[in-house]
T-cell receptor, first 113, second 113 residues
């Protein structure tokens, strides 16, 4: 069964360091999302791609966060520098196209110390 | 701004009971609604997707209904089992698809053996 792959599963980093997360969506899925989930809350959208283009990054803290999907397949989310408040689960999801069923990966649990 | 509320926040019931989880949203102009399951420390598993033109969807012991005009959805779980213990999240997507999914905070469900 096709899955959204994310790595690493867990990451501990020191404040002010750089950190990067990788996502490989289900093959053929044009739409890719990055969400952040704080413990006890629902996920919140950070950035949405359609193929290689960003269609929504209004909630992405652009002073420290960046995301890319250069060839319209896999994607990388970067934080530089990391802050204590960035500790959360970072979830990647994909869907065949916009407004269709979304499938999530297992997430990356980030702890900033 | 779309807001999604899930009631109750937590629920504990004996095995075998039928139960209902509630989801409400403030803006009825949605394109679809999706129910997810999340196990502790894991990603989200898609359970059911209801298009705005549909009234309900069924999968095994799960049935989800949608009343778009009143901004409500329910997830019905029949004959609950301990393996159903998880957090259940409701999410809505607006037309155009450029805003991703807006999530509620979830209902934490415990099924007692």
């Amino acid at each position: 069964e096709a899955e959204v792959a994310q790595s690493p599963r867990y990451k501990i980093t020191e404040k002010s360091q750089a950190v990067a997360f990788w996502c490989d969506p289900i093959s053929g899925h044009a739409t890719l999302y990055w969400y952040r989930q704080i413990l006890g809350q629902g996920p919140e959208l950070l950035v949405q791609f359609q193929d290689e283009s960003v269609v929504d990054d209004s909630q992405l803290p652009k002073d420290r966060f960046s995301a890319e999907r250069l060839k319209g397949v896999d994607s990388t989310l970067k934080i530089q520098p990391a802050e204590l408040g960035d500790s959360a689960m970072y979830l990647c999801a994909s869907s065949p196209r916009m407004n269709t069923e979304a499938f999530f990966g297992q997430g990356t649990r980030l702890t900033v110390v | 701004k779309q807001e999604v509320t899930q009631i109750p926040a937590a629920l504990s019931v004996p095995e075998g009971e039928n139960l209902v989880l509630n989801c409400s949203f403030t803006d009825s102009a949605i394109y679809n609604l999706q129910w997810f399951r999340q196990d502790p420390g894991k990603g989200l598993t898609s359970l059911l997707l209801i298009q705005s033109s549909q009234r309900e969807q069924t999968s095994g012991r799960l049935n989800a209904s949608l009343d778009k005009s009143s901004g409500r959805s329910t997830l019905y779980i029949a004959a609950s089992q301990p393996g159903d213990s998880a957090t259940y999240l409701c999410a809505v997507e607006v037309g155009g698809g450029a805003d991703g999914l807006t999530f509620g905070k979830g209902t934490h469900l415990i099924i007692q053996p």
